[in-house]
């Protein structure tokens, strides 16, 4: 394949309810969604998950609208390609900005699953029919809307809750919790909002048969994580840390994780994502999908990767519902019990709504 168009649109989707973490408030989701064209005309799609701000990571909309324009798009357009697993090397030569990179891989995965007739799932060699959910809850004002909000969830079937915690907001909140639910499969995420001088509090949350602590320590860190899990029997997730599979690699043989959070976005694409999968299956270490507030788009991407096989966690791939009032592709995600059915149609199993993408584009531009 050859792609001779693509196209970058700057979507703006309000979500139902406003999500807090340790590092702010979202109560939109803006990021830039790219529809590339190949010379046969067949359309693919991707979603660069970068927030507006460098909350999360050192990526921004702009800075990946930025790295597209000037970097990307011209490295790839009219180029001759056989496989996606030949954009990342393509790329090699930009350091980082793996979410704008994702964007159009993800977007070439697409069309190379519509070109050999087959989903996204069996593309990418995945087994499952269906996958099992867990849900992202954020900070709410008080423990007890926090209770609330968690049973809500517990009700609906999510497989696993995750709750996000910060200084001020941990061992009280994960007691409270547990309290009220003994049994649930539950973790706290703290996006980095601790330093090794907190680990009494770290301490006292390995109290609370959590699944796992995700990402207690420094965005960039493996080694007070790998000095950390040393010291609580909780699994630390690593998520922030892990851009790559040489990332996953050193955590691994330091002893900085028991499980790590795949974001394809994060890493680079789901060429890579699968590439750390792979290696962590072989070292015995699971692995779950995580969320950035997608889309349908970047969703089911999400939904096809983790079809294979070492996703053994539930992952942050809660229904389009949970987040929007209506979503870009149809149909939209449905979670059941706890489940998605993984959909068997070829490319990404759903189809963009264009007329919802209409709707939230804020602006857009063509490349050729
Ligand atoms: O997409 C989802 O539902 C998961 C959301 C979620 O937990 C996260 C989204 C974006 C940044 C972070 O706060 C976070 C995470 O770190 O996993
Ligand atoms: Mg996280």
């Known amino acids: 394949m050859k792609l001779t168009e693509i196209t970058i649109r700057h979507l703006k989707m309000h979500l139902k309810s406003p999500f807090s973490t340790s590092f702010g408030t979202f109560y939109d989701k803006e990021f830039l969604l790219l529809e590339a064209k190949d010379e046969q005309g067949t359309s693919g799609w991707g979603e660069s998950v970068a927030f507006v701000a460098p909350w ?51 977007a070439v995965w697409d069309i190379y699953a519509q070109h050999t007739n087959q989903s996204l799932t069996d593309a990418l ?9 867990g849900i992202s809850l954020g900070i709410q004002e008080s423990i007890e809307k926090q209770i ?37 499969a539950m973790m706290a995420d703290a996006n980095s909002a601790y330093s090794l001088e907190d680990i009494n509090i770290l301490k006292q949350l390995d109290e609370y048969n959590l699944t ?22 909780t699994p630390i997730c690593l998520d922030e840390s892990i851009n790559s599979l040489e990332d996953a690699r050193k955590a691994i043989e330091l002893g900085s994780c028991g499980v790590i959070n795949i974001k394809i976005g994060r890493v680079g694409g789901i060429s890579e994502a699968k590439k750390i999968h792979d290696y962590c299956a072989e070292k015995g270490v699971p692995v779950w999908c995580g ?16 079809t294979l096989s070492n996703f053994v966690l539930p992952g942050d791939t809660a229904g389009s ?17 706890g489940y998605i059915q993984v959909p068997k149609t070829i490319g990404i199993g759903y189809e963009p709504n264009m007329e ?10 063509v490349y050729k």
């Open 56 to 106: 999360y990571t050192e990526e921004t909309l702009k800075t990946n609208w930025h790295m597209l324009e000037d970097f990307l798009i011209p490295l790839i357009l009219n180029k001759e390609i056989q496989h996606p697993d030949e954009v990342t090397p393509l790329f090699a030569g930009i350091r980082k900005n793996n979410m704008a990179k994702s964007a159009i891989e993800g």
């Open 125 to 133: 060699g995945g087994n499952k029919n269906k996958i099992e959910v």
């Open 148 to 184: 609330t909000v968690v049973e809500h969830y517990v009700k609906e079937g999510y497989k696993r809750i995750k709750v996000k915690i910060k200084p001020g907001w941990d061992v009280q909140v994960i007691r409270s919790l547990r309290e009220r639910f003994p049994d649930v």
């Open 212 to 233: 796992m602590i995700e990402q207690p320590l420094a965005s960039d860190d493996i080694i007070d994580h790998a000095v950390l899990q040393k010291q609580i029997k």
């Open 291 to 306: 969320g950035m507030l997608e889309s349908g788009i970047g969703r089911a991407q999400n939904i096809a990767l983790t």
């Open 321 to 337: 519902s949970h987040y929007w009032e209506k979503d870009i592709i149809n149909p939209e995600v449905i979670v059941e019990d």
């Open 356 to 365: 919802a993408i209409k709707e939230f584009t804020v602006s857009s531009k």
